[in-house]
């Protein structure tokens, strides 16, 4: 991967999220999990937004569990190739892992029993997560349904356009994320 999806500034993040709510990773200690290229770049410059629906972080020598260990001792179906995930948190229903030779993001979801492919690369994920609070923020005085699914229904056109994998499963974390914004049940 030479190159992410979405270009994002860690003072993007900052702006939407607040100091206290952009994770960074240190350089070395990312770069002794295995991250590289525009992935370790990505973490240790621009980082990860975290909110309360959305707890993950940057992975750093502190709080890193190999995603292989940790998900099958849960009973989870998990694969060989997941022995060099890093888990970086969860959303509501699911852990989110990020694959350290590829970059690609990849969920642990209640709602399926092998690992999901949800994000390309990290910078889908942090956009996610920033264009989903931007919208929340879009649509904090609207209050009928319409109005609230027309912004949605925009913000998935915008990250489906470049990234096609958070809404890639009908009953994906990602769609029930946006179908309960868009009925106002995040206020």
């Known amino acids: 991967m030479s190159t992410l999806t979405f270009d994002l500034s860690y003072d993007d993040l900052v702006d939407c ?10 350089r070395e200690d990312a770069a002794a999990l295995g991250f ?35 998900m099958s001792r849960e ?28 970059g690609a993001v990849f969920g642990f979801d209640e709602g399926f029993e092998d690992p999901v492919a949800l994000h390309a690369d990290v910078s889908s994920l942090a956009y996610t997560i920033y264009a989903v609070k931007c919208a929340l923020a ?23 356009d470049r990234d096609p994998l958070p809404f890639a499963h009908e009953d994906g974390e990602w769609n029930a994320t946006l179908e309960e914004i868009a009925m106002g049940m995040w206020a």
């Open 75 to 102: 009973q989870w179906t998990v694969p060989e190739e997941s022995r060099n995930w890093i888990i970086l948190g969860n959303l509501s229903a699911t852990t989110i892992s990020l694959d350290t030779a590829t």
């Open 138 to 160: 879009e649509i904090a005085g609207l209050s009928a349904f319409d109005e609230r699914n027309t912004v949605i229904q925009s913000v998935r056109q915008e990250i489906d």
């Open 17 to 26: 999220f607040g100091p206290d709510r952009v994770e960074r990773s240190v």
């Open 36 to 70: 590289t290229g525009p992935t370790l770049e990505f973490l240790c410059s621009t980082g990860i937004p975290s909110t309360l629906r959305a707890g993950v972080g940057a992975p750093g020598k502190e709080i890193s569990l190999r995603a292989f260990g940790e």
